[in-house]
């Protein structure tokens, strides 16, 4: 889309918004309408102390428990609802997750890469996706930073940060209960209480959660379902008011899911169908065409019906995630001290359907055990009317994870392989698999290649220690004029370990000479033996920040900032990475680090209030070069990690908040970017392009996977007494993402179109809130939107989807006490 169309549509967008308003707040106070109230002051920690977001000279978007709430925003992948320029896509479980901002965002699906959108809970950095995934549970706000947020954030936060603050013990004792329940068997269950427990000194809060939910994808075979939900939490928390400057902060969590996840949805059956149906495999129908030089079927993916293999190769998203926080606050006079530590550890050990059929081909486990600390000191100037006000701290991070990934091959995966290759003469008029030609070349018994049992065995032991010393400073020039500069100084020492264990022959042989003929099978090769062997980077960078801000007036100011964002290189995790030649043990420990990827942050941006406080609107323009980009592909076989030569966004942002009457609040957002690779030339073909033999494609000029040019989302919320008690609420929120692709290789049917997601609500409750009744409905219009599009595994040509859970709906109780 051109850029003036885009410009366009922002422009109407925010016309709109504001004329709405005008129109409202231009109503004769004389003829009956009353003045509504204004909006509650925003106070953000995007700068590690509290500031109004008037004041913060930083793009930044806060979202309170309130607006979460009503527009059913239950773990963090729901927040895209809310905040347009967060963009989160799945894949075969909650590890397996990816947060992308101004199209900055590091997909997932190897254990040695990082995210670049960093996410915070109650201060804490959480070091993967899958530890930072549970339920939203008594949560007081949520704010998206976005750009780089190195100097004050730290490693990892190159497109952004997602900071989630959890609401603090209470010395007034209160809580609250909340009970759902809706179609697809759906019930949820929340409870929290708070209050003093010595005295007035120490106060504590206790919170627990359950969620249950059958399915959303069917086994038109077998009948059951798959894509559940099984999860509960519990948490705790003390707060201890040692003193009047000193406070203590003690948390304690843990939560567990056990959910049968994740089932892929079939888009195009290619070539190799043919030989799963000669198995008895069961293939949805579909119609003939083809697409990128791929000739099949294409199924309709909009339903969301399966057929696969439980008995043998069950689907299971199991994990457990616990830990401990402390935090002190301490006011020293003219400086405030604080102090954040924390160990927190992360286990799961998912399996899935490696092929996606009801045949007994390919089981797949890939475990992982993370164990987290960190530490956060920070001493900051007291005063917020000082001339000078500063901020110093240090901070470390240490990460130690235990990744093991095991494949089998089925009972069935050798007659597969034999019906999708060659079959080679032996004598006249008789012809013979070319793998039973193989084994009885090299003097093996027949039956040996492919046989069914344990493929590989994968142990990684990786362990990354960090630390950082930063700093940032903002000087008053006067009282409408304020520069700040920031630095940190960053430190990485990675280490990895790696352990390949093949039980697979046919990986180990070298096609030279008289085994030349046999090179067809090449492609078959994909679990050779690698001598373990250890891989080591040491890294370090400077990144830093300088923004000035000026308050044009009361109601109006504007900012401009510059910053440098760092992620961190790393090892990709992966059997393949280090092999030289196939047959050859020796491997190249150089082959598995990846560069670091370094991002420069330029934006221009205002913060606006209007209509005597009933108004609120942020916007922005940015730019962004990004060097050394890490992308992660998947070729049906392997997933393949490389550092893109460039990438560039440029776009205008901008979230608004208005209370048109005393009834109807608006609020919502919006981001049109463009967004291109400037240089990758050795990116991952499409499944077209390997076919025809083409073993890389250049992408430069084009638009990265999980970028939409236009994300626009809002809310209407509609307010009214019903009795001098109660009180009638409705809510509708929507989002409208633009067409992107979800596969890194672009390929043709990867692409996702664009679409509208609408949630609403409706409920009767109390004025003051003692309880409430709401009926919901999530994915209004029942959209079908898929998250990730790839490779189906081992079936060249075909393609399959993880796909968005389709329209659900139900009713929601809360009682506060």
Known sequence: MKTTRKLGISLLSLTAAMAASNVAMAQDPQGGASEPTRLDEIIVTATKRAESLFDVPVAVTAYSSEQLQAAQVRDVRDLQIVAPTLAVNSSTGSTQTIFTIRGIGTPGQNTGLEQSVGVFIDGVYRGRPGAALGDLADVSQIEVLRGPQGTLFGRNTSGGVISVQTRQPEFIPGGQITASAGDYGYRQFMATVTGPLLGESVAGRLTATSQERDGYVDDFRLGGTYNDRSRWSVKGQLLWDISPEATLRLIADRSETEEACCAAIPVFYGPTSAAITALGGVLRTGTAGSYGGVTGRFVDNSIYDVALNPATQPLDDSSVDQGVSAQLDWNLGATDLTVIASRRTFETLPSIDADFTNLDLLQQTTGQDITEGSLEIRLASADPDARLEWLIGGFLFNQDIVADQELRYGTQFRSYIEAITPRVPVAPGVTVPILTRLEQATGRPVGTFLAAGLAVNDDYDYESRSAALFGQATFNVNNRLAITGGLRYSREEKNADYRIQSFDPLSQIQFVGPLAPFAALRSLQLYPAVNPFSAKINDDDVSGTVSAAYELSDEINLFARYARGYKSGGFNLNRTAAQTTP???????????????????????????????????????????????????????????????????????????????????????????????????????????????????????????????????????????????????????????????????????????????????????????????????????????????????????????????????????????
């Not at 491997?587 to 205002?606: H, K, M, Q, Y």
């Not at 809130?769 to 939107?785: F, M, P, Q, S, Y």
């Not at 796909?803 to 709906?809: F, G, V, W, Y």
């Open 583 to 817: 047959g050859n043990p020796v491997a190249d420990p150089n082959r598995v680090i990846f560069d670091p990827e370094i991002v420069d942050s330029f934006e221009l941006g205002t913060k606006v209030r209007f209509w005597d406080g009933r108004g609120q609107l942020n916007a922005n323009l940015f730019f962004q070069a990004l060097d050394d980009y890490q992308t992660n592909a998947f070729d049906g076989s392997n997933f393949r990690i490389t550092n893109a030569g460039g990438m560039e966004s440029k776009g205008l942002e901008w979230d608004y908040r208005i209370r048109l009457t005393d009834n109807i609040t608006i609020d919502g957002g919006g981001t049109l970017q463009d967004v291109q690779f400037t240089e990758f030339a050795n990116a991952t073909p499409t499944a077209g392009q390997a076919l025809a033999g083409q073993r890389v494609q250049d992408l430069s000029g084009k638009t990265p996977n999980f970028v939409s040019d236009i994300l626009i989302s809002g809310g209407i919320t509609y307010e009214t007494p019903l009795t001098g008690s109660l009180g009638l609420r409705a809510k509708l929120n929507y989002l409208f993402r633009s067409e992107y692709a979800t596969a890194q290789d672009l390929d043709p049917l990867s692409f996702q179109d664009g679409y509208v997601m609408l949630n609403a609500s409706i409920g009767i409750g109390t004025l003051d809130k003692a309880w409430g009744a709401e009926i919901w409905v999530r994915n209004l219009t029942d959209e079908r939107v898929a998250n990730i599009v790839f490779d189906t595994v081992f079936q060249a040509g075909s393609q399959s989807a993880f796909m968005e859970a389709p329209r659900t709906m139900g009713i929601t109780l809360r009682r506060n006490f």
